[in-house]
Structure formats: structure tokens, C-alpha cells
């Protein structure tokens, strides 16, 4: 039934993530990338920015929980795992303070030897009040569940 439910799914979008600073700074510990046009006024300022910016592997980090919000929930014993990239693109910068959700369009649903679907996604996040994506990507991820509840 999860599977069916996953076929009918249509362009969907998530509701709107807040890029905060301290998700900035966090997201600065984990990856070790202190720079400083994601953490201060002057060093946004002296590269082109009106202010910090947020890091691209962030919004790009935020894309499973935006696809979360759009995917029928998995049934218990389901799992769901990332498969990879076919192609990202970082369009535009991120201010810190920037609401985005993402857009996703299913593009393939293909049957996986032994089990489970290879899903590809056609993916866009968008920024708040912004014409211009913060960015674009060909997203793969990996589903299975057990047979009854396919």
C-alpha cells in the first residue's frame, strides 16, 4: 500500500525551515568550515553579502527532513536511505535569518534487485520571498519495507 500511496504522490512542497544562526554555527562544528562569511557581519560584508550566509551543505543537509513532510509516512519495519547525487547546484545564497522549503518532484520510481525502490528526485529549494532558488539537485534515495507492506 506504501509503495501505491508513493506512486500517486505528485510535485509536492514542505512547509518553510528557518535558517537560524545558531543552526549556522552548528552546522559550522560538525563540518569544521569556520568561515567566516557564515559567522560574521564583517567577513559577509567584505566578500558581497548584505550579512552571514548560510553554508550550501546546510540546505542541502536539510533536504531529508523537508522530504520527510511530503512523503507518506513508512509503514513500521520500512526504512529509507540516501543513495546519492546526480547532480546539485548552489544557485543562490542563503541569508541567515531565510525561511526555505523545498519542492519535490518524483521522477523515477524504479524496482531494486532484491527488494525496495530506487527513487529519483527532481528537487528545488526555494527561499522565502526570493524569485531565485538557494538551490537545485537530481537526489537519489533508496526505500524498502517487508513484502506485506509494499
Not at 567566516?36 to 564583517?42: A, K, N, P, Q, V
Not at 523545498?102 to 526555494?126: A, K, N, Y
Amino acid at each position: 500500500m506504501w509503495a501505491e500511496s508513493l506512486r500517486s504522490l505528485g510535485p509536492s512542497a514542505s512547509r518553510w525551515y528557518e535558517v537560524t544562526p545558531d543552526q549556522v554555527r552548528a552546522f559550522a562544528g560538525a563540518s569544521l568550515d569556520w568561515q567566516g562569511i557564515h559567522l560574521e557581519d564583517e567577513a559577509a560584508r567584505a566578500a558581497g553579502f548584505p550579512g552571514p550566509v548560510a553554508h550550501g551543505f546546510l540546505a542541502l543537509s536539510l533536504l531529508s527532513t523537508m522530504l520527510y513532510d511530503v512523503l507518506p509516512e513508512l509503514p513500521g519495519g520500512a526504512w529509507s536511505v540516501n543513495y546519492g547525487f546526480d547532480r546539485v547546484r548552489f544557485l543562490a545564497p542563503i541569508a541567515v535569518g531565510t525561511r526555505l522549503r523545498g519542492q519535490f518532484q518524483m521522477s523515477e520510481m524504479r524496482p531494486r534487485e532484491g527488494g525496495g525502490m530506487l527513487l529519483r528526485w527532481d528537487v528545488t529549494v526555494e527561499r522565502e520571498g526570493e524569485e531565485k532558488p538557494a538551490l537545485a539537485a537530481d537526489w537519489l534515495t533508496l526505500v524498502n519495507w517487508t513484502e506485506d507492506e509494499s
